[in-house]
């Protein structure tokens, strides 16, 4: 037995090690950007980490910016048809820290707060002073569903829209919760659970594109990651009472990777006075699914944005500032 306990430790910090092919000890403020012709679509965040970004700009007079954050696993270029099709507005979205094209450690972060500094800075250091006077709105799928709350709550948007956020995550969660804090403590990056191979979209090209995509992470969720979702979740719901920010969400029924029952609590504590919960007959991604299933969830958040547009049209719009 106590061989068999060396051999887990020894595999699990032979694990660690080798899974940190990128540091933030390895970053530096004085480090060059990734490539010299892609420097501008880069920002260098407060880890020296440098994130990429993509700004997708309207093909008529904007209404609005609209902020895309990716959710566990991906990055932004899935969600490429997505900004195409608010054509009428400027759309940013950046890979998280540890995911698609950006630097970090893959699919870990120290503290989930770092994702929302990550936000913080495109928005106050690239889009304000870029676009000074059009309303911003921000958009999040599942865990950017999570990180789209953090953020609203720091920061002033005229609008925050959620696809199927991961406020309730799968039973799983209470394995990370027995286990995890004992061996965060001396192997935070080790490989924990697998992410569940449960359906997420109708769409089985989508899904099955997403499994060989090098940009995607389709390994275990590691520890220190695990635990700070967790964190995050319940954060969330201790804060809701204080969410003030015009609120929609849309939710899968079927959603078996975050529960619907996450989104209806959120929702019901919510502080803001304009919100809504759309609960519809799709699965965990309602924004892959196929045509004319993810041109209706379209359709519904452009209305639902219309609507505040021609509210605020007349005013003086306040920018995503820290409050």
């Not at 003030?244 to 502080?271: M, R, V, Y």
Request: aromatic share 10%; glycine share 6%.
């Amino acid at each position: 037995m106590e061989k068999c306990c060396l051999a887990l430790a020894v595999g699990l910090l032979l694990v660690n090690k080798l899974d940190s092919t990128t540091t933030h000890s390895c970053a530096y403020p004085s480090r060059l950007p990734p490539t010299d012709f892609l420097k501008e679509e880069f920002f260098q965040n407060k880890l020296g980490l440098w994130i990429y970004y993509q700004e997708w700009k309207s093909t008529t007079t904007p209404k609005g910016i609209i902020i895309l954050l990716h959710g566990y696993g991906e990055g932004l270029h899935r969600y490429n048809h997505i900004a195409k099709a608010f054509f009428d507005y400027h759309v940013f979205a950046l890979d998280h820290q540890g995911f698609g094209r950006s630097e970090g450690d893959r699919a870990h972060v120290d503290m989930f707060e770092d994702y929302i500094n990550d936000v913080q800075m495109l928005v106050e250091d690239i889009i304000s002073p870029k676009y000074p006077d059009l309303p911003q709105y921000v958009m999040g799928q599942s865990m950017g569903g999570l990180i789209a709350i953090h953020s609203s709550l720091r920061l002033k948007f005229q609008g925050c829209i959620l696809c199927c956020p991961a406020i309730e995550i799968p039973a799983s969660s209470a394995l990370v919760r027995a286990v995890g804090l004992v061996i965060d403590f001396v192997f935070p990056k080790a490989p924990l659970i697998s992410f569940p191979a449960l359906p997420s979209t109708s769409l089985l090209a989508a899904k099955e594109h997403a499994g060989f995509d090098p940009l995607n992470y389709n390994g275990k969720i590691k520890v220190h990651q695990g635990l700070e979702l967790l964190k995050a979740t319940k954060f969330a719901i201790e804060k809701a009472d204080t969410f003030e920010t015009p609120l929609f969400i849309i939710h899968g029924k079927n959603d078996l990777h975050a529960s619907i029952k996450g989104s209806q609590l959120f929702i019901e504590k919510a502080a803001s006075k304009d919100k809504c919960l759309l609960a519809v007959e799709t699965q965990h991604e309602p924004l892959q699914e196929i045509r004319p299933i993810r041109n209706n969830i379209i359709s519904h958040i452009r209305d639902w944005l219309e609507i505040r547009h021609c509210n605020i049209s007349s005013q003086v719009h306040p920018r995503g500032a820290g409050r």
